[in-house]
């Protein structure tokens, strides 16, 4: 602990008092300190989103037909549009922009999914282009997730979509 360590000075009637402080005992009290706050902080688990990815095997060969899909065609400068179109009908008038803003995009999904001949054949396509952001895939993700559909799938942008998406963004 703390001593004090009287010494006289020869000739001289004042003493002085040298004071020595062990510290050994506040380290002590910071390590309790520390395991006390490590051990009631609250850790944040991270937001992890489960990304559904299809079993291995044989690729499927089953045609989704474009009245039981929507397509979502992810742009840049946080552009996004949507179609329910062939190869054949896809024109700029058929191709239209939509927002990431409030519930646009899980009403669409609704929407296209009421219309649907077979409901449980539905799906979400996702085709981010390659100007297009991280942010915007993730956002539309957690979209899909808010309209509450499981069946989605991610894939390349055709050359006909392409084509028509550059139509629209020049």
Same mark, same amino acid.
């Given at each position: 602990m703390a001593e004090v360590i009287a010494q006289e000075k020869q000739?001289?009637?004042?003493?002085?008092?040298?004071?020595? %402080? +062990?510290? #050994?005992?506040?380290? +002590? @009290?910071? $390590? @309790?300190l520390i395991t006390f706050f490590m051990f009631? #902080?609250? $850790? #944040?688990?991270?937001? =992890?989103m489960d990304l559904g990815l299809p079993a291995k095997g044989p690729a499927p060969t089953k045609v989704i037909d474009e009245k039981?899909?929507? #397509?979502? =065609? %992810?742009?840049? +400068?946080?552009? &996004? $549009?949507y179609h329910q179109s062939n190869s054949n009908e896809l024109n700029t008038s058929n191709l239209k922009e939509t927002s990431f803003n409030g519930m646009t995009i899980p009403? =669409? &999904?609704?929407?296209?999914?009421n219309k649907a001949p077979k409901k449980e054949n539905f799906t979400v396509i996702i085709k981010p282009t390659d100007e297009s952001s991280y942010d915007n895939f993730v956002d539309m993700l957690d979209n899909i997730a808010i309209a509450k559909k499981e069946r989605y799938g991610i894939t390349d942008i055709k050359p006909w979509e392409k084509k028509v998406y550059d139509e629209l963004t020049k």
């Amino acid at each position: 602990m703390a001593e004090v360590i009287a010494q006289e000075k020869q000739g001289s009637k004042q003493r002085k008092k040298l004071i020595r %402080i +062990d510290m #050994t005992p506040m380290v +002590d @009290l910071g $390590f @309790l300190l520390i395991t006390f706050f490590m051990f009631t #902080t609250n $850790f #944040t688990k991270p937001n =992890i989103m489960d990304l559904g990815l299809p079993a291995k095997g044989p690729a499927p060969t089953k045609v989704i037909d474009e009245k039981n899909q929507v #397509t979502f =065609i %992810i742009g840049k +400068d946080n552009r &996004i $549009f949507y179609h329910q179109s062939n190869s054949n009908e896809l024109n700029t008038s058929n191709l239209k922009e939509t927002s990431f803003n409030g519930m646009t995009i899980p009403k =669409i &999904i609704a929407e296209a999914y009421n219309k649907a001949p077979k409901k449980e054949n539905f799906t979400v396509i996702i085709k981010p282009t390659d100007e297009s952001s991280y942010d915007n895939f993730v956002d539309m993700l957690d979209n899909i997730a808010i309209a509450k559909k499981e069946r989605y799938g991610i894939t390349d942008i055709k050359p006909w979509e392409k084509k028509v998406y550059d139509e629209l963004t020049k």
